[in-house]
């Protein structure tokens, strides 16, 4: 029979008189023989340090490759975000993920590393006409070390970046009451990319940048056409789009793949890697 031990009055008497009352105390579980002992904590210790100091070993080659490709000038003038090609690498990551460590872990950990890798290469500053979950989606978009300047509205935003004060800008996603897609022109600034980009949060954010979009594999395309006649113009063209917001002449439609070469119909105004859910 077990034998409760220590508490008030002594374990001894309190087990006798447990006894005597004809009830049993259960036993005070010893420590785990199981658990790893001090010399294999250490190992393990030891275990995760070497792997720390390989992982930084290649932080540091991978930091090397992009300040070659940076310095080669590969990828042309404007700002080295590729919301297009990022998505492609998180997706791949995601898709091979397994383990423990939560998908939204592995996501952030490399959010973290795309951007400290892009600033690298090139100014990365946003100017921002948000509010402050809007800007909180950047900031975890973008790291918490990323400039985002707050500006009034989509001119003032439009404003800094021709200005280049800022690379990139960021507004609330076009709709029919956020109307500043009305008067966007692609020469000066394209829809690169809808925030955030991974699992449920405030928003959605559109990311301009003066760069083109590029295709990830997993798109969707803004195109801006006559309100009247939409619909039936996108029927005849055979293609479907998964919403269409009208507001005053103009009209917005979200259309599934890459189109960003369809001036027959209208003015597309960007491209976007679809989102994941977490």
Not at 5 to 14: D, T
Not at 104 to 129: D, I, K, S, Y
Not at 140 to 147: D, E, K, M, T, V
Not at 202 to 224: E, F, H, K
């Amino acid at each position: 029979m077990g034998q409760e031990i220590g508490g008030v009055g002594g374990g001894g008497n309190r087990a006798s008189l447990g006894a005597r009352r004809g009830r049993v105390y259960a036993a005070i579980p010893m420590p785990d023989s199981t658990l790893p002992a001090t010399a294999d904590i250490h190992a393990l210790r030891a275990e995760i340090d070497r792997l720390d100091d390989a992982m930084h070993d290649l932080l540091m080659q991978r930091a090397d490759v992009v300040a070659r490709l940076a310095a080669s000038r590969a990828k042309g003038q404007g700002p080295a975000l590729r919301p297009g090609r990022e998505a492609v690498i998180l997706r791949r990551l995601l898709g091979r993920h397994q383990g423990a460590l939560p998908r939204a872990a592995l996501f952030r950990l490399w959010r973290e590393l795309l951007a400290a890798t892009t600033a690298m290469q090139a100014p990365l500053g946003v100017a921002a006409a948000l509010d402050g979950p809007g800007v909180e989606v950047l900031r975890q978009h973008f790291g918490l070390a990323s400039p985002i300047a707050i500006v009034a509205d989509a001119p003032a935003m439009l404003a800094a970046m021709a200005a280049g004060s800022s690379a990139l800008g960021a507004l609330p996603w076009p709709s029919a009451t956020a109307r500043w897609w009305t008067s966007l022109d692609p020469g000066h600034a394209f829809i690169t990319a809808r925030l955030p980009f991974f699992g449920a949060g405030p928003g959605p954010v559109a990311l301009l940048s003066p760069t083109p979009p590029d295709p990830s594999g997993d798109d969707a395309t803004l195109l801006r056409l006559p309100a009247e006649g939409a619909a039936a113009a996108l029927q005849a063209a055979g293609l479907t789009p998964t919403t269409l917001i009208v507001a005053g002449d103009h009209a917005l439609a979200e259309l599934p793949g890459f189109h960003m070469d369809r001036h027959d119909l209208g003015m597309p105004l960007g491209a976007f890697a679809l989102p994941l859910t977490a």
